[in-house]
T-cell receptor, first 112, second 112 residues
C-alpha cells in the first residue's frame, strides 16, 4: 500500500537501551522528517533529510541519531534511551520540502 | 522562519462557521502560509496552503490580507468531527532549510 508507515506503533524500553524507530514511505519523496510531540511542547523537529545520505539537525537532536541510506527509509535511533525521551514520535515526508507534509501514524515510546 | 501566534483554544457549536486567525508579523516575501489539522493519536494532516488573497478547497478557506501579516482559516459549518488541533505554519515553499516548525496550535472544540 502506498503511504508512510511507522513501526513499531508502541514501544516500551528501559533506560540506557538503544532503540530504533522505523519510518518507510512509498512515494520516493525527497524530504523526510522526525518530530516528537509532548504535552506542553507541541511538535518539535528532531532531524530531517533532504535526500538519501543528506541529514540535518532540527530543534531537539541531542540523544538521537538518524541515517538515510535509501530514499524510502529514515530510521531514528535513540542511542541510550532516557526517560525524557518518552514521547510520541512522528515521521513525515514531503516532495518539495515545506509543502504538503504527509505524516505517519506515530510511535508511542515509553522509557522506564 | 517567521514566528506565528494563534489562540490556544476555541469553542464552537455544530453547524457554525469557525474562523481561526494566525498572526505572522515577520513573514518574508517568499513565505507561504500552511495549515495542518491534528486529531488525537494521529499525525497532523495538511489542510490548505496559500500565498495571498483567498484560497478555497473542499475542506476550508484561507483568507490572507494584502499585508500578509495575518491569515484566517475558515471552517464552514463545523461538525463534532472537526474537533482537533489546528496549526498555522509559515515558511518558504521550496527548500530553504526544508523544514517546518510547528507552534502550539489552536485546540478547537466543537460541541453539539
Amino acid at each position: 500500500d502506498a503511504g508512510i508507515t511507522q513501526s513499531p506503533r508502541y514501544k516500551i524500553t528501559e533506560t540506557g537501551r538503544q532503540v530504533t524507530l522505523m519510518c518507510h514511505q512509498t512515494w520516493s519523496h525527497s524530504y523526510m522528517f522526525w518530530y516528537r510531540q509532548d504535552l506542553g511542547h507541541g511538535l518539535r523537529l528532531i532531524y530531517y533529510s533532504a535526500a538519501a545520505d543528506i541529514t540535518d539537525k532540527g530543534e531537539v537532536p541531542d540523544g538521537y541519531v538518524v541515517s538515510r541510506s535509501k530514499t524510502e527509509n529514515f530510521p531514528l535511533t535513540l542511542e541510550s534511551a532516557t526517560r525524557s525521551q518518552t514521547s510520541v514520535y512522528f515521521c513525515a515526508s514531503s516532495e518539495s520540502g515545506t509543502y504538503g507534509y504527509t505524516f505517519g501514524s506515530g510511535t508511542r515510546l515509553t522509557v522506564v | 522562519l517567521a514566528k506565528t501566534t494563534q489562540p490556544i483554544s476555541m469553542d464552537s457549536y455544530e453547524g457554525q462557521e469557525v474562523n481561526i486567525t494566525c498572526s505572522h508579523n515577520n513573514i518574508a516575501t517568499n513565505d507561504y502560509i500552511t495549515w495542518y489539522q491534528q486529531f488525537p493519536s494521529q499525525g497532523p494532516r495538511f489542510i490548505i496552503q496559500g500565498y495571498k488573497t483567498k484560497v478555497t478547497n473542499e475542506v476550508a478557506s484561507l483568507f490572507i490580507p494584502a499585508d500578509r501579516k495575518s491569515s484566517t482559516l475558515s471552517l464552514p459549518r463545523v461538525s463534532l468531527s472537526d474537533t482537533a488541533v489546528y496549526y498555522c505554519l509559515v515558511g518558504p515553499i521550496y527548500n530553504q532549510g526544508g523544514k517546518l516548525i510547528f507552534g502550539q496550535g489552536t485546540e478547537l472544540s466543537v460541541k453539539p
